[in-house]
């Protein structure tokens, strides 16, 4: 007899950090002195994505960041 299981989102369970909401990491990179190691590792698992997007060519090899989020992973300050 086939039993059914009700499939449960878990979504509160991660492995590694907490996620951060990209609203978020917007309003701390107008502030990038103050950001956050959560935001920091976000911007750099965004990157990851970023390139692997950029490597597919075509109209998606012209995407990029933001100059305050490229600054921000350059360890540069962002004049405001």
């Known amino acids: 007899m086939l039993i059914l299981q009700d499939a449960k989102s878990d979504s509160g369970r991660r492995h ?3 996620r951060v ?3 978020q ?3 701390q990179l107008a502030c990038p002195s103050a950001l956050g190691a959560d935001h920091r590792q976000r911007l750099l698992e965004l990157e990851q994505r ?3 997007l950029q490597a597919l060519g075509g109209e998606y ?3 990029e960041f933001s ?3 490229s ?3 350059r ?3 962002v004049g405001v």
């Open 71 to 73: 600054s921000v992973l």
């Open 75 to 77: 360890g540069q300050t």
């Open 25 to 27: 990491l917007r309003e």
């Open 61 to 63: 090899a012209r995407v």
């Open 67 to 69: 100059d305050s989020a």
């Open 50 to 52: 970023l390139l692997r």
């Open 16 to 18: 590694g950090s907490r």
């Open 21 to 23: 909401d990209l609203s």
